[in-house]
């Protein structure tokens, strides 16, 4: 069973997902009274219309996460315009330590995947709080920037978004670090396609998209909730998947002690290995820039 925590905007549409999918039979859990019941009831309507027979419940009863093999953390205030990932950190980090106490309590064999920003730092969190083993503890942020960085790319390219293969590491936020090096149309090398002009402006739209969806609606819902389902797809079906993840590096890059996101292979036990690209210096510099900053601010907080 997963397990949803949160039922607002992003936790509602990770479980449209999860459920069209039909991956697996699926809980709401939310201290909002009625919000997860609501929900559960619209989705169970929604999948009868698809004849998909999963089972989902709604409740505020925290208890619950006990039945959890996976548990999605979709808790705490959304960006607002002009914020930064980071600017929520001292709003969310409370409701995520709570909700990490609520897990470990109950759910103590559980994985926890974190969307609720800002997601590194966030992750960390839960690791901590938890105590839960790492492969058991990971972000989502890299999937969905190399979702955004695959849709600028072939915007500009004018193919498939199915034939590019990219990458995207780094803080999920101003420090992240596409990686045009390592991807590719259909196995050739992206540098056949494109100046390095104009791979540099796909970079830099990259990691300003993400304001600029909030700047005109308010939040970004459909790209954070398509990308969780794929990495639960991933683990469902343990597929042993090559995806960018928020984890907790101990050497890896040079890094120790961080949340932050690079390649791993996913499967049925979450985070089975990370892998190692070589940086080169303008790619490592930005690579730690980010681990700086994400270092910084878990300093402050209270764990």
Known sequence: MIAIVGSGRVGANVAVQIVTKELDDLTLIDVAQNLPQGEALDLQHMAASYGIDLKIKGTNDFSELGRADLIIVAAGFGRKPGQTRLDLMKQNS???????????????????????????????????????????????????????????????????????????????????????????????????????KKMDEAVEMTRKIAAEVIALKGATIYGPSASVASMVDAIVNDRKSLMPASVYLNGEFGVSDIYIGVPAIIGRDGIERIVEVPLDEAERAIFLRGVTSLKDAISTLDL
């Open 94 to 196: 409370g409701i995520i330590a709570s909700v990490s106490k609520e897990i470990a309590k109950y759910a103590k064999s559980s994985m926890v995947l974190m969307i609720t920003n800002p997601m590194d730092a966030m992750t960390y969190v839960a690791h901590r709080v938890t105590g839960f083993p790492t492969n058991r503890v990971f972000g989502m942020g890299g999937m969905l920037d190399s979702c955004r960085f695959k849709s600028l790319l072939a915007q500009e390219l004018g193919v498939s978004s199915k034939s590019l293969g990219v990458m995207v590491i780094g803080e999920h936020g101003e420090s992240m670090v596409p990686l045009p090096r390592f991807s590719s149309v259909s196995g050739v090398a992206l540098e056949k396609f494109l100046s390095k």
